[in-house]
Every structure is written in C-alpha cells, then in structure tokens.
C-alpha cells in the first residue's frame, strides 16, 4: 500500500486571533507544508548529527578545524555574494521583538537595521508569531500605529529614515505545535522563514530591498547547506530571482566557529554576514564540554568579556573570515537599559558601552548590536569614527590573525572564578526571565539589561555545570543542588515582597521556579530550556 499523500495545506491547531486570516492564507499554508515535507526531514537528520558530535566531543574534550573542508579554507578566490545596498552599512543594528509598538520604535531607531526577531527576544506564543508577522506586514504597508493606554502615540517616520529589517526565524530544534502538516509539527524556523518570505518577498523588492534574515544557533556547515536549499527552493517557488535573499549568521556556538568559512561558502549566494553572539555561544561551550573537567568551568556571566582571550580569538577570527571571503562582520550586543532615575548608573553603562563600540569598531567590525534606542548614537559614534563615509571596512582583511583550534576553547586562561553572587545572580535572572517568557514576554529587562532566552540558557547552564563539577566558592560554600534550592526559594519571597502579593499571584513564579531548579538540577542536561517552557505556555 502506498504512503498517503502530504496534505496540501498546513494544518492550524489553535483559536483564531483577530486578523489571523490575513496571515494564513490558503496560499501560505500550502507555502509552509512544502517547505515542510521537503525540508523538515533533512532537519531532524541534523539535530541527530548534533548528538552524534556533542558525544564525540564527551569522548575526545576538543574540537578541531575540519579536515575533509579544508580545501574550502585554503582556496583564495571564493567570496560571498556583494552585498545588497540596503545592507552594506550596517554600523547601528537594533533588536527586539515584533510586537507592535517595537516594530515602530525600532525602524525609528536611527539604527540601520532592525533585527525583527521571533527567536531568543520573543517567547512564542500563537499571538506572538501570528502577530509579529502582521505586524511586519503592516509596517511595510505603512499602516501601523501604536497608543499606549496613558495616550502616547507612536507612527512611522519617513520611508528613507526607517531601518532595513533583518527577520530572525527560530532555532532548528524549536517546532511550532499550532500548525501541522501530515502527522508533524511543523519546525518553527519554517513557519517564521515561510510566512515572513511568502507575504514580504515581492513587497521588499518593489521597495528597493530585499528579504534578510539572521540564522540562529546554526552548528554546523550542513545546516547553513540546509538553509541556502531553503532558499534556492523558496525564490523558484514565488517566483522570486536567485540571490534575492541574504542571510546572516549568528556563529553563537563552539562548533560553528570551527566552521565559519565553510558556513558562508555554503551560503555564498545568499550570504551577507558573521554575527559574534555571547551569552549563546558561552551557553554552548557549557552544553558541549560540560562533562570535559575543571578546565572548562567558567566563571560567572559577567566576569567572561569579549576582552577574554579564547573571546578575542573567537571574535578576530570572525572579523578575518568575512572580510577575507567579503561578508560583513557584526559585533555583540550592547544590552544596557539606560535608566530614567539614576544618572550616575547611565554614566558608568555608558562609558562601558562607548569601550565596547570602540574596540570593535577598531577590531574591523563593521557594524554592532544595540537593545536600546538610547545607545545608537553611541555604538553609531564609535564606527563613524574608524568609518567615516565608507559603508564598511571590509578592505580591512585583519592578515595578522592567526588563531589555532586550541585557542577558541583555552578557558584555563580566564583568571576569574565562579563566586557565590555569580550562583545567586544567575538564580535571580533565571526565574525572573523564565516567569516573563511564560507570560509571553522575550525581551525582558533585568537589574538594568535587557535579557533574552540565551540569559536564561546561560545561567541555567552555569548553575548546573558549577554543581556537577564541584565548584568551592570564595566563601567556603561548595555549589550543591541543596545550596540552589534554598536561594531560589529565598528569592521567591523576595519577588513576592518586591511586588506585592496580589501581583505574585497572578504571575508564573512558581512555574518559573521549578522549570529553573528542573533544568538547572536534574542529572540529564536539557538540550534546551525552551523546550520544556514550550510545553507550559499558553
């Protein structure tokens, strides 16, 4: 008996939302099941390769430069596709969520582009990813606007001042439960890539741009292999010419930075660009060498800069790769949230930020990451001044780097040490985080930064590597499940002071506290702490 055949359409699981029908058309759906049955199996074969090389690395504690690629690295001549106009100056680049009144703000940012991001900074609710993309769609119709309920409204500026927007789909390991096709859930990065490209592809073009999207939490070449196939597949498919779309990648994971040429030569046609993410890529060295000794252990979140040096080796490596394969090299995120009544703390960020923009502007950067609209004119002062008029500094091809496989995880070289405040801190930004994203919310702010999913994966993943390798704090204080345990119940009572108990109530902080001390304690190290929140929100 033969296989039935694929349904023609995406199948929705959920309760309408206003406007979903605008969003959902019969044609998008049938779109998303062929993305779905021609891709979503090569995907599941990758996240297996994932667990085939994250065993290999338990048994050998290394990594290396791939040797069956290397004669991708050693030829001189391959370069990524020029960059398109409205992507080759992208020295102020702004993130957050596509809610509406984030879609405005950020395209009257001032930055040059606004990374719309349905991944780490927007927990996926139905509303969120149904929302976000008519939220999209609206904007490039310029029928968008937002007033809070204390009256202030917020429209669009003119069409030549607005941020060129670079659309952030999921993560592979991510499916979208409310739409299926056959017998499966359809993979979230298909749903957010599918929809955004099918109702925005033609409409950017006849706006003189294009559809641009970062990939996140890529691993490996094969991925990004994977990806480009996406795209060649998607543009035949509407129509669209080849090389419309370009892609950025984030390297936020150890093993995507043994792979950096390799990843823009497999997207050559449709590369645009590196991204140096930080609290993911630390969150990955944790996942891929937590069974490797004392050697890996890092110290807490904000002791590890982009000045420590397996960081520096990671970033200028970056730099060197694009600018010799003629990709744009985008730097870290300045997470600061300037506040409103303490001067003295914005002039300390400030100055931190200025130091961050400053070194990577000299780096070679060609652009940087900022999550407030306060910190444009800063990052944007630190690349005008080794810019000037100039888009970019690709001509700037860093000769001098030279970084070996050992240097890009040499941890043993940080001095710092795991310290008690760094367990407590990373207890109190793991529930606060949590309990926002089960409300919905991605992009949180916290003791003055704005957090994101890759907060919450990195402190979840020290709070378990601290405890599984026996860490001893300066205070005497052995890291134990039992130590956790007792903090995280002191900063429920805390938050409930803090807050007030009516509002407590009617938040998720018990739910936050138990996913927290569930992925951070249990002996099986969860892949992703996004898959079991997946499972409690609504």
Request: proline share 5%; aromatic share 8%; glycine share 6%.
């Given at each position: 008996?033969?296989?039935?055949?694929?349904?023609?359409?995406?199948?929705?699981?959920?309760?309408?939302?206003?406007?979903?029908?605008?969003?959902?058309?019969?044609?998008?759906?049938?779109?998303?099941?062929?993305?779905?049955?021609?891709?979503?199996?090569?995907?599941?074969?990758?996240?297996?390769?994932?667990?085939?090389?994250?065993?290999?690395?338990?048994?050998?504690?290394?990594?290396?430069?791939?040797?069956?690629?290397?004669?991708?690295?050693?030829?001189?001549?391959?370069?990524?596709?020029?960059?398109?106009?409205?992507?080759?100056?992208?020295?102020?680049?702004?993130?957050?969520?596509?809610?509406?009144?984030?879609?405005?703000?950020?395209?009257?940012?001032?930055?040059?582009?606004?990374?719309?991001?349905?991944?780490?900074?927007?927990?996926?609710?139905?509303?969120?990813?149904?929302?976000?993309?008519?939220?999209?769609?609206?904007?490039?119709?310029?029928?968008?606007?937002?007033?809070?309920?204390?009256?202030?409204?917020?429209a669009l500026r003119p069409a030549e001042e607005l941020a060129t927007v670079v659309a952030r789909p999921r993560g592979w390991?991510?499916?979208?439960?409310?739409?299926?096709?056959?017998?499966?859930?359809?993979?979230?990065?298909?749903?957010?890539?599918?929809?955004?490209?099918?109702?925005?592809?033609?409409?950017?073009?006849?706006?003189?741009?294009?559809?641009?999207?970062?990939?996140?939490?890529?691993?490996?070449?094969?991925?990004?292999?994977?990806?480009?196939?996406?795209?060649?597949?998607?543009?035949?498919?509407?129509?669209?010419?080849?090389?419309?779309?370009?892609?950025?990648?984030?390297?936020?994971?150890?093993?995507?930075?043994?792979?950096?040429?390799?990843?823009?030569?497999?997207?050559?046609?449709?590369?645009?660009?590196?991204?140096?993410?930080?609290?993911?890529?630390?969150?990955?060295?944790?996942?891929?060498?937590?069974?490797?000794?004392?050697?890996?252990?890092?110290?807490?979140?904000?002791?590890?800069?982009?000045?420590?040096?397996?960081?520096?080796?990671?970033?200028?490596?970056?730099?060197?790769?694009?600018?010799?394969?003629?990709?744009?090299?985008?730097?870290?995120?300045?997470?600061?949230?300037?506040?409103?009544?303490?001067?003295?703390?914005?002039?300390?960020?400030?100055?931190?930020?200025?130091?961050?923009?400053?070194?990577?502007?000299?780096?070679?950067?060609?652009?940087?990451?900022?999550?407030?609209?306060?910190?444009?004119?800063?990052?944007?002062?630190?690349?005008?001044?080794?810019?000037?008029?100039?888009?970019?500094?690709?001509?700037?091809?860093?000769?001098?780097?030279?970084?070996?496989?050992?240097?890009?995880?040499?941890?043993?070289?940080?001095?710092?040490?795991?310290?008690?405040?760094?367990?407590?801190?990373?207890?109190?930004?793991?529930?606060?985080?949590?309990?926002?994203?089960?409300?919905?919310?991605?992009?949180?702010?916290?003791?003055?930064?704005?957090?994101?999913?890759?907060?919450?994966?990195?402190?979840?993943?020290?709070?378990?590597?601290?405890?599984?390798?026996?860490?001893?704090?300066?205070?005497?204080?052995?890291?134990?499940?039992?130590?956790?345990?007792?903090?995280?119940?002191?900063?429920?009572?805390?938050?409930?002071?803090?807050?007030?108990?009516?509002?407590?109530?009617?938040?998720?902080?018990?739910?936050?506290?138990?996913?927290?001390?569930?992925?951070?304690?249990?002996?099986?190290?969860?892949?992703?702490?996004?898959?079991?929140?997946?499972?409690?929100?609504?």
């Amino acid at each position: 008996m033969s296989a039935p055949a694929p349904s023609p359409l995406a199948i929705v699981d959920a309760e309408p939302l206003e406007r979903q029908g605008e969003v959902l058309t019969d044609s998008a759906l049938a779109f998303l099941a062929e993305l779905h049955h021609r891709f979503t199996p090569r995907r599941d074969e990758l996240l297996a390769r994932r667990a085939e090389r994250r065993a290999e690395i338990a048994r050998t504690g290394t990594l290396d430069f791939l040797p069956q690629t290397a004669h991708i690295r050693e030829d001189p001549d391959w370069r990524v596709a020029p960059a398109p106009a409205a992507l080759d100056d992208r020295r102020v680049e702004i993130t957050g969520p596509t809610d509406r009144k984030m879609t405005i703000n950020a395209l009257n940012s001032g930055a040059k582009v606004w990374l719309a991001d349905f991944e780490d900074a927007s927990a996926p609710t139905w509303e969120n990813v149904v929302h976000g993309q008519l939220n999209l769609i609206d904007a490039y119709q310029r029928r968008i606007d937002f007033t809070t309920p204390e009256g202030k409204s917020y429209a669009l500026r003119p069409a030549e001042e607005l941020a060129t927007v670079v659309a952030r789909p999921r993560g592979w390991h991510l499916d979208e439960r409310h739409l299926r096709a056959g017998d499966r859930a359809v993979p979230g990065a298909l749903v957010d890539f599918g929809l955004y490209f099918f109702h925005n592809a033609q409409r950017l073009l006849d706006q003189g741009k294009g559809p641009y999207f970062y990939l996140p939490k890529t691993e490996s070449h094969l991925e990004a292999r994977l990806w480009n196939d996406i795209f060649v597949f998607a543009q035949d498919h509407l129509g669209i010419p080849q090389g419309t779309i370009r892609a950025t990648v984030l390297i936020e994971t150890i093993t995507a930075a043994y792979e950096m040429e390799e990843i823009l030569y497999e997207l050559r046609d449709h590369a645009s660009g590196l991204n140096a993410g930080r609290w993911d890529y630390l969150f990955s060295i944790v996942k891929n060498f937590r069974d490797a000794g004392a050697d890996f252990v890092l110290p807490d979140r904000n002791a590890v800069t982009m000045t420590a040096p397996f960081m520096r080796a990671y970033t200028e490596l970056l730099v060197r790769t694009c600018h010799k394969r003629g990709a744009h090299a985008i730097g870290g995120m300045a997470a600061f949230i300037p506040s409103r009544r303490d001067p003295e703390v914005n002039a300390v960020a400030y100055q931190k930020v200025r130091a961050d923009k400053d070194r990577e502007a000299n780096d070679g950067f060609d652009g940087s990451w900022v999550a407030h609209p306060d910190l444009v004119p800063i990052a944007r002062a630190s690349f005008d001044a080794v810019l000037g008029d100039k888009p970019n500094q690709k001509d700037r091809l860093r000769e001098d780097v030279q970084v070996t496989a050992a240097e890009l995880i040499d941890i043993a070289s940080l001095d710092a040490k795991p310290t008690s405040a760094g367990l407590r801190n990373a207890v109190q930004v793991g529930i606060r985080y949590i309990e926002a994203w089960l409300r919905g919310l991605g992009a949180v702010a916290i003791f003055n930064l704005m957090e994101d999913a890759a907060t919450a994966e990195i402190s979840r993943s020290q709070i378990w590597q601290w405890i599984n390798a026996g860490v001893v704090f300066e205070n005497g204080e052995k890291a134990t499940a039992g130590l956790v345990r007792t903090i995280a119940a002191e900063e429920l009572t805390a938050i409930r002071e803090e807050i007030g108990a009516e509002v407590f109530a009617a938040g998720n902080w018990q739910q936050a506290h138990d996913l927290l001390l569930k992925v951070a304690l249990d002996e099986d190290y969860a892949e992703f702490l996004t898959l079991p929140a997946y499972e409690l929100l609504r």
